[in-house]
């Protein structure tokens, strides 16, 4: 197998591998767990298996450097940050629209790669990108949820989420170009968002136990959340790792909008698992992605 083909099979991993963290996170919306507990478990195990990572590539002294820890704040900082506003604009405005528009945030990575760091990048390739992209996009779409915002907020949220997920999509590409380990910097940075969340998780408990504030979850709410919250870690690590070892060795601009269609993964779940219907918009996404795979390979 040829090198090009290597590393789009790697980026098609990491899409299907991470979309499975977003599944096991979907699961525990369906149970009822815990958001907070469910970030804190899945940063704990992502933490873990980047250690892992750093301990058998021999990349941990890197991690040791403060260039590591600025790169790490920094896609750290755009993970966390970016999972905190986005939830923050669902509360004011439709997930049918707010997703899609999140998801934009891979024009950017694709944009800096082509104009930045000069990716070449061929007639097949730009519209194969562009049918990745409309896979993104027409997944998250719901005819039957309104499309109108009532809330300014939103706007600020949502402009927030797009910029925040291009520090983390396309700050492993800078930090590629930098030389430095991929697996160090996620570490840091996902050592960072443990260390956020489990702020935030040690709040939420002291107030159930004090009665000062009304508790959002119950235990076993708590206990849900956190369980599948180190599951979805597990896939977590293993997609980003896998998303870098792409942009390491492939094309930013074509690996980026790979990634970006891991939404579909949760859609087949819940196709296969809790019978959900896609709509037809649905099944475009889905013939969307196959069709752009298919033409970058050409």
Not at 267 to 285: F, K
Request: proline letters at 3%; a positive charge.
């Amino acid at each position: 197998m040829t090198a090009p083909a290597i590393w789009l099979l790697i980026s098609i991993g990491s899409a299907a591998v991470f979309g499975l963290a977003g599944w096991w996170m979907k699961v525990s919306q369906m149970r009822g767990g815990s958001s907070t507990s469910l970030l804190l478990g899945l940063y704990a195990t992502g933490t873990a298996g980047f250690l892992f990572q750093c301990v058998a590539d021999g990349s941990w002294t890197d991690a040791l450097g403060w260039k590591a820890w600025v790169a790490g704040a920094v896609v750290g900082a755009g993970s966390a940050w970016g999972n905190v506003v986005f939830m923050q604009a669902l509360r004011y405005g439709p997930a049918s629209l707010t997703s899609p528009i999140t998801n934009l945030n891979i024009v950017l990575v694709v944009a800096m790669s082509v104009w930045i760091y000069g990716e070449p990048l061929g007639g097949w390739e730009a519209a194969g990108i562009v049918l990745l992209l409309a896979a993104a996009v027409l997944i998250a779409l719901r005819r039957s949820e309104p499309l109108s915002i009532g809330d300014r907020r939103w706007f600020l949220y949502t402009g927030a989420a797009v910029v925040l997920f291009s520090f983390r999509n396309g700050g492993l590409k800078v930090t590629s170009e930098l030389g430095l380990p991929s697996s160090s910097v996620l570490l840091t940075g996902y050592f960072l968002s443990l260390l956020w969340f489990a702020a935030a998780a040690l709040k939420e408990r002291s107030g159930r136990k004090t009665g000062s504030a009304a508790p959002q979850f119950s235990a076993d709410e708590w206990s849900i959340g956190l369980r599948l919250g180190l599951l979805a870690g597990l896939f977590s690590y293993g997609g980003l790792q896998l998303y870098a070892w792409a942009l390491e060795t492939g094309k930013a601009g074509i690996a980026a909008p790979i990634f970006a269609t891991n939404s579909l993964v949760v859609a087949a779940g819940s196709i296969l698992l809790y019978r959900e219907r896609l709509t037809r918009l649905q099944w475009l996404a889905f013939a969307c992605l196959l069709a752009g795979l298919f033409v970058i390979k050409l």
